[in-house]
């Protein structure tokens, strides 16, 4: 059965730093995955993604180098390494495939102080 749980999210300040994670289980572990955030009233957005060799990966414009996704398939992990955050970073953030399917997970929180 297709699973993704997001964890390591938090409270942090603007600058501060946050590893994502993302377990994907069954066919939610695909070749292309991606991270996706939500902000209240807003649109959920594309973030960043990766391929199954680590070797391309895409960003949104607004991440501005801040943000390094990357995986480690033995454990069916995708992380998104978070620096230099701003408050307006603050949103749930989810993985999912790339592009992504109509099965989300509960997502986690990231919230960031100015």
């Known amino acids: 059965q297709a699973q993704l749980v997001e964890s390591g999210g938090g409270l942090v300040q603007a600058g501060g730093s946050l590893r994502l994670s993302c377990v994907a289980s069954?066919?939610?572990?695909?070749?292309?995955m991606g991270w996706f955030r939500q902000a209240p009233g807003k649109e959920r957005e594309f973030v960043a993604a990766i391929d199954w060799d680590g070797v391309i990966t895409m960003y949104a414009d607004f991440v501005e180098d801040r943000f390094t996704i990357y995986r480690v398939n033995a454990r069916n992990t995708v992380y998104l390494q978070m620096n230099g955050l701003k408050p307006e970073d603050t949103a749930v953030y989810y993985c999912n495939s790339n592009p992504p399917t109509d099965y989300w997970g509960q997502g986690t929180q990231v919230t960031v102080s100015s």
């Open positions: 069954g066919r939610a572990f695909t070749d292309y």
